[in-house]
């Protein structure tokens, strides 16, 4: 911990302090903060994140009431509230996005050298970064979720809404906040891990869009296993107010959200590691 130090007196003025060290956390968040709004992009990722997501909602139940208008028999048993969060899918690409530029900018631009002078500490710099993005994805994603649900619930069918006090609804939109920090920290882990914007964005769309998919195709009891707790696999299972019959989804919200969350954590944990040891 540093302290303030004085120095001597110069011509009977009082004593100067030399200022505490700049490296304490609650400044370099605050650092961190001020940087995170200071870009363009941070406004418009977001922006982009609230729109796509609220957007493709809309589109889902509307698409969705019209095949049921249509045939009401070709369409089977599905959960409203998830329904209204469809965009999530695509919506989660701008959060993982933002993750990545957040700390890998730094690094492209080579303004990670300044940062380290100021922040010697690279561990606190680092929980710094992810502390606020992590918050600010988390506000961000709770009322998106909201607004997916409330605009999406104004195109189903009577019968088919439901209520925030109806079972599992509230925790699913709660879910649908967590799931975009989520995918943000996919993003963010791979910016730190990488140190490079393309490279991170590009791992963090693969593990989060193209090798979830991708997974069914793997053979066997293990490849079942695999895809049921491969990250957006399992991390949108918290975005599920109720059990689907014959659906895609077997883990229960909180353990399947474990799960997605355990494998962004090992990532940020070996950039963790990598950090301390390379050079900026």
């Known amino acids: 911990m540093s302290t303030a130090v004085p120095t001597q007196p110069v011509g009977g003025r009082r004593p100067r302090t030399v200022s505490p060290s700049t490296d304490r956390f ?3 968040a605050r650092a961190e903060w001020t940087k995170l709004w200071s ?4 406004a418009w990722s977001l922006l982009a994140l609230v729109v796509v997501t609220a957007g493709i909602g ?3 139940c509307w698409g969705t009431m019209q095949g049921l208008d249509q045939n009401p028999s070709a369409i089977p048993p599905f959960d409203t509230v998830n329904l209204t969060l469809a965009g999530l899918g695509l919506g989660q690409l701008a959060a993982a996005v933002l993750g990545a530029m957040v700390i890998s900018t730094e690094y492209s631009t080579g303004g990670i050298r300044s940062t380290l002078t100021a922040t ?3 561990l606190t710099l680092l929980a710094a970064k992810a502390l606020v993005f992590v918050g600010v994805a988390l506000v961000v994603g709770l009322v998106t979720s909201v607004l997916s649900f409330t605009l999406g619930q104004a195109f189903l069918r009577d ?6 006090g109806d079972p599992g609804v509230l925790r699913a939109l709660i879910g649908g906040g967590l799931y975009v920090a989520g ?5 963010f882990a791979f910016g730190a891990l990488l ?3 393309a490279g991170a964005i590009t791992a963090a769309v693969a593990v989060l869009l193209v090798l979830p998919p991708l997974s069914q195709l793997l053979p066997g009891s293990w490849g079942d296993a695999v895809t049921h707790h491969f990250t957006s ?3 949108q299972a918290i975005t599920f107010a109720r059990a689907v019959e014959n659906g895609s989804v077997t883990l229960g919200p909180w353990e399947g959200y474990a799960w997605f969350t355990a494998q962004w954590l090992v990532v940020l944990v070996v950039a963790a590691v990598l950090m301390r040891r390379r050079d900026a």
Do not use: K, Q, Y
Request: proline fraction near 7%; charged fraction near 25%.
């Open 233 to 235: 696999n399992a991390g």
């Open 195 to 197: 140190r490079h914007t």
């Open 26 to 28: 609650d400044r370099v």
């Open 183 to 187: 995918s943000g920290m996919f993003g």
């Open 39 to 42: 870009v363009p992009s941070t």
């Open 58 to 60: 809309v589109l889902a």
């Open 159 to 164: 019968d088919l809404r439901v209520g925030l």
């Open 120 to 122: 010697p500490r690279r």
